[in-house]
């Protein structure tokens, strides 16, 4: 339900959004101000919506690009850990998300080369 005059609430600071104040980086993603982007460019939801944007146009080239920036921005680390696998189950869906495109291709390039 949204109020009117309004159009959700931001993910950076979970104030509300007034109509035509609001940004997002891809159609079914979070809504943030405008500001809030600008002000908070790497803060953590902001970020995740940014790279899911550039994945979702990203060519084949660019993901592993997109692997390392998250393993920056995320902190990954580099062996399995439980903790920061529950913590951020989203950035880790994505960080496989951007792994399995990448290894699909190798795959098929594989399967075609004589």
């Not at 980086?25 to 943030?32: D, P």
């Amino acid at each position: 339900m949204k109020a009117e005059g309004y159009e959700g609430i931001c993910t950076g600071c979970f104030e509300p959004i007034k109509s035509g104040e609001g940004f997002k980086f891809r159609e079914t993603g979070r809504s943030f101000h405008s500001q809030c982007v600008k002000k908070n460019p790497d803060s953590y939801y902001i970020k995740l919506e940014e790279i899911a944007a550039r994945f979702e146009k990203a060519c084949q080239e660019e993901l592993p690009r997109l692997m390392t920036e998250m393993e920056h921005a995320f902190s990954i680390p580099m062996l399995n850990n439980t903790g920061f696998n529950q913590d951020n189950k989203e950035v880790l869906e994505l960080y496989r998300k951007i792994s399995n495109a990448r290894d699909f291709q190798v795959e098929v390039i594989k399967e075609f080369t004589f």
